[in-house]
């Protein structure tokens, strides 16, 4: 099992900039990748960057150029720093992380972190 827990949401203006961050604890030892994905009302979960151990970042393209995700393996935490947010980018942001110790992809979840952009 791994527990994560997000922070850093809140209410910012357009063009303004936020970092999220993303503490993992417990079987971290199994994770394979680490991402950010996010929610908004009356939409679907969608990602919005993910980093796989020693590979390449990911993102989603109305993210690029915008949003960095990034890694501190040494304390355990998962960094989505957003740059130049747009009222579309208000959402819960979800930190997940992807362990497969058995072959098996298990996904975890943190609660979420809610950011809101205003215009």
């Known amino acids: 099992q791994v527990q994560l827990v997000e922070s850093g949401g809140g209410l910012v203006q357009a063009g303004g900039s936020l970092r999220l961050s993303c503490e993992a604890s417990?079987?971290?030892?199994?994770?394979?990748?680490m991402g950010w994905y996010r929610q908004a009302p009356g939409k679907e979960r969608e990602l919005v960057a993910r980093i796989p151990s020693g590979g390449i970042q990911n993102y989603a393209d109305s993210v690029k150029g915008r949003f960095t995700i990034s890694r501190d393996n040494a304390k355990n935490m998962l960094y989505l720093q957003m740059y130049s947010l747009r009222p579309e980018d208000t959402a819960a942001y979800y930190c997940?992380?992807?362990?497969?110790?058995?072959?098996?992809?298990?996904?975890?979840w943190g609660r979420g972190t809610e950011v809101i952009v205003l215009s």
């Open positions: 417990g079987d971290i030892d199994c994770i394979s990748a």
């Open positions: 997940n992380a992807e362990c497969a110790p058995d072959l098996v992809l298990e996904h975890f």
